[in-house]
């Protein structure tokens, strides 16, 4: 796991990171804390993705000038590519999630979404708008502007276009909205039950020019480049660590010294000519009656001692009475966070409650390891402890260095939310998340299973702490590693596949598995409204039992046929309640994620004939097609380096290289030569799309070139140039049919400037208000076999179990003609 490093932001909700061990701070990070309670300014930084963001100039303003620094994204980035897995859509943006928040660990900053979904590349901010609901997620930027409150706002992106991406120049566009909005008390009035309007000093474009600083007249100019003694580390080492978080989308960076300077232009507000924070107050004197609580942080600064910061105790807690006696206001509310969190880091506290199971279930009960220490001995004595129904009241002293430990188990009721990540709780729109709870907007994590509250008295005060349950497991390769506490429904129903390809008058028989987590009895599984199981038998703990699900499908429809959905009761929970399927995502450099979906098993019937037998894939960055190929029929290998050195590649009736393969294998370079013989002597060699790279070897038999040319509207028109040409005809008779019913986008990533002497064009594509682009699929013979390069996006649409999809493919892959079956 990532190794917790200097935490100087002080992110203080209860939603921090379960991969990382309990906090500790250096002395150096005590000192900084000490001296971010006089400063009392806020930046929010805001841009339309996961790795949008600008780290050297969110660790520069957090641990630089100690403001409270915000990164605002507009999507959890679900509609990128994933070069470390085959996760797409909502896996995808639950794995950038987490590689944000392991960035703002690094880089000091907090961060926050919008409900929006990203749905892909999109070429406008007109076509953005009519999938995220405009006015909708305007509301979700005036929330965080409400409740964050910062002085000012940067964005990473102009309202004018050069950002490229349409989301981007949205997200700036919703950025300058706001700026307005959030001030006037007639928009988004709902909100103000919770907050209060806020008038934001300025909008700043963070500009640039087509990836170059961009100094024009009237800009200001800030380095950003400068070294952090007590850190040691300059803030472009900061922001590389930070930004090499962002592995699912290959962003590791290195680290830079030396001046570096940033531009900024004013969008909103009154121009800054000095300083990102001209004309804003950035201190007590915001703050009435406020002069003492100066002096004294004053006071605690000078008087640190970087070998005992123990002696600032008393000090703090002195501060955090005052602070608890003043009026509640922004800043005083945030100041008796951090004051909060710098008594427990200077304290030495360690304050800990874990478990050995991963996993609470309902109706079960779980044990809770508690563990206190007071390694500084400071002066003081537990008082209590509360979590769900346990409350119990203590009076232990904490002696130095010496561990306080207990367990307590606990029962979990069948009524225990179970953890999921709250944007995945409604089904969602097309373009947003349906999010039920409107105080939940902008959190970026999923709320914690169980959640302790310790009140400690230290120096004659009594102060709460509240601390996440976590499972912590040893590793022996890893070591220790605290992981999220997942609460599980009772029963979990695995669905095999995401979705079942059926073929017309087939009788077809699939098994299922429930998992009972817990022994529980009158156990009765339900099927759509048909009962299946009726098992009143007790259930051993993790036992499975298996049923069949049986069909016959007699329809010739192609398309989505039918969905089963399951449910459950047991003796404690009476009532049907819908099972869930688990999902979990397990990365060594994020927490581990888990997530539920209802219980839904779909099935596609699909008209297909396919042609040839045996299939080689070479493995790219990693996406679902071969498991679509297998469902096909086909018999698939997986070809690494290792295999394609030693295969005879002859065995394989056609060869498919996944995505962005040529991108993420340096060895596929060394064996072009071995392919290009393949193809030659008859083979079928299909290239799914891959990036521009100067650094990109020859791919193909003729010249031809990626171009960075997509089709982002999943329903674009698609012109048949070539119609007698039998990648559209044989086995399938492909017709306008076959392109209905798309996901996403329709390609990416086409070929450009190829050899039009042997290429040839099949399909010309083209979003709307644009010129028809003839890249997505391009074929040529070589020798006896043929050569194809597609930018089609398969890789989504097999997934889906689009059937077109299906059939253009099996088309492709029958070219050569070598084997029927």
């Known amino acids: 796991m990532k190794k917790t490093g200097l935490l100087l932001c002080l992110i203080y ?33 805001l841009a339309a993705h996961p790795d949008d963001e600008n780290t050297r100039l969110i660790a520069w303003l957090s641990k630089d000038r100690l403001y ?50 990203d749905f892909g590349f999109s070429k406008n901010p007109q076509e953005t708008f009519t999938k995220w609901d405009k006015e909708k997620i305007l509301s979700d930027v005036v929330w965080v502007i409400r409740k964050f409150q910062p002085d000012v706002i940067v964005t990473r992106f102009p309202t004018t276009g050069e950002g490229g991406h349409g989301h981007h120049t949205a997200s700036a566009i919703l950025a300058n909205e ?29 500009s640039f020019n087509f990836g170059n600083p961009n100094a024009a007249t009237g800009d200001l100019k800030i380095d950003l480049g400068g070294y952090n003694p007590l850190l040691g580390k ?11 978080n962002h592995k699912s989308q290959g962003f590791g960076a290195a680290s830079s010294r030396g001046e570096a300077f940033d531009y900024f232009r004013t969008t909103s507000g009154p121009p800054a000519s000095k300083d990102l924070m001209d004309d804003v107050i950035a201190n007590w004197d915001r703050v009435p009656g406020s002069r003492n609580i100066q002096k004294q942080v004053d006071k605690l600064i000078t008087s640190f001692d970087f070998l005992h910061p123990e002696k600032s105790v008393k000090g703090l807690v002195v501060l955090y009475k005052a602070l608890q006696d003043m009026p509640d206001s922004y800043w005083v509310v945030q100041k008796r966070k951090e004051t909060k969190i710098l008594i427990e880091q200077c304290s030495g506290f360690f304050l800990d409650v874990i478990t050995t199971e991963p996993f609470a279930v309902q109706s079960d009960s779980i044990r809770f390891n508690f563990s206190f220490n007071n390694r500084l001995g400071v002066a003081a004595t537990l008082r209590k402890i509360s979590i769900d129904n346990f409350d119990s009241s203590f009076s232990a002293r904490l002696d130095r260095n010496v561990n306080f430990n207990f367990s307590k188990t606990l029962y979990v009721s069948p009524s225990k939310p179970i953890t999921q990540p ?24 999923v709320d914690p299973g169980y959640v302790v509250n310790i009140i400690v008295n230290i120096e004659g005060e009594d102060i709460s702490f509240e601390k996440p349950v976590k499972y912590r497991v040893t590793d022996p390769v890893k070591g220790e590693m605290y992981e999220p506490l997942v609460v599980l429904p009772a029963y979990t129903v695995e669905i095999p596949k995401e979705v079942n390809i059926l073929r017309p008058n087939e009788n077809w028989s699939q098994e299922f598995s429930y998992v009972a987590q817990k022994n529980l009895s009158n156990v009765k599984i ?208 492909i017709t306008q049919e076959d392109f209905k019913g798309w996901i ?42 043929f050569f194809t390069y597609t930018g089609l996006v398969f890789f989504r649409e097999l997934p889906a179990g689009v059937p077109g999809a299906y059939r253009l493919m099996a088309n492709i892959i029958a070219l050569n003609k070598k084997k029927a079956f």
């Not at 500790?24 to 990070?29: K, L, P, V």
């Not at 986008?745 to 064009?761: C, L, M, Q, T, V």
Request: charged letters at 20%; glycine letters at 8%; a neutral charge.
């Open 422 to 445: 709250y944007w995945l709780a409604n089904k969602m729109a097309p373009g947003y998340y349906n999010v039920s709870n409107p105080q939940q907007i902008g959190q970026a994590d």
């Open 234 to 244: 300059s803030y472009g080492e900061i922001a590389a660590a930070s930004r090499s």
């Open 13 to 45: 909700s209860i939603s921090v990171s379960f991969s990382q061990a309990p906090a500790t701070w250096t002395s150096a990070d005590m000192y900084q804390g000490l001296q971010k309670l006089n400063v009392l300014g806020s930046v929010l930084y």
């Open 68 to 117: 409270r620094t915000g990164y605002l994204s507009m999507t959890r980035g679900d509609g990128g590519q994933n070069l470390i897995g085959d996760e797409q859509g909502v896996e995808l943006g639950l794995i950038r999630t987490q590689e944000l928040l392991s960035a703002r660990r690094i880089d000091g900053g907090e961060q926050f979404f919008t409900r929006a979904f």
């Open 744 to 785: 996403q986008e329709r390609s990416i990533y086409h070929a450009g400037n190829w050899d039009k002497s042997n290429f040839e064009p099949i399909l010309s594509i083209h979003d709307p208000g644009e010129n028809g682009d003839e890249g997505s699929l391009i074929i040529a013979p070589y020798g006896k076999g």
């Open 178 to 206: 706001a700026f307005t909005a959030a001030a006037d008390p007639n928009r988004f009035p709902e909100q103000l039950k919770y907050v209060k309007p806020w008038q934001v000093k300025r909008v700043l474009w963070n």
């Open 526 to 733: 339900y099927r759509q409204n048909d009962l299946l199981i009726n098992d009143e038998a007790p259930l051993a703990r993790n036992n499975r039992r298996s049923f069949y699900n049986l069909f016959d499908v007699t329809s010739k429809k192609t398309g989505i046929s039918a969905a089963d959905t399951f449910s459950f009761t047991y003796y404690e929970q009476p009532e049907k309640v819908t099972a869930k399927n688990l999902h979990t995502i397990r990365y060594d450099h994020i927490p581990f994620i888990n997530y539920f979906t209802d219980a839904v098993n779909k099935y596609v019937i699909l008209d297909v004939a396919t042609y040839n037998k045996k299939i080689g894939y070479i493995v790219g960055a990693g996406d679902k097609v071969p498991e679509a190929l297998e469902q096909m029929g086909y018999d698939v290998t997986l070809l690494t380096d290792k295999e394609l050195s030693r295969n005879n590649l002859q065995q394989f009736d056609a060869i498919i290289v996944g995505v962005r393969a040529y991108n993420t294998n340096s060895w596929m370079s060394r064996y072009y030569d071995k392919l290009m013989k393949y193809v030659n002597e008859g083979g079928n060699f299909i290239v799914q799309y891959n990036t521009p790279n100067r650094n990109l070897p020859p791919i193909g038999p003729f010249k031809f070139d990626i171009v960075n040319r997509r089709v982002t509207d999943e329903n674009a028109e698609v012109t048949i140039l070539k119609p007698d040409h039998p990648v559209l005809n044989f086995p399938n008779k």
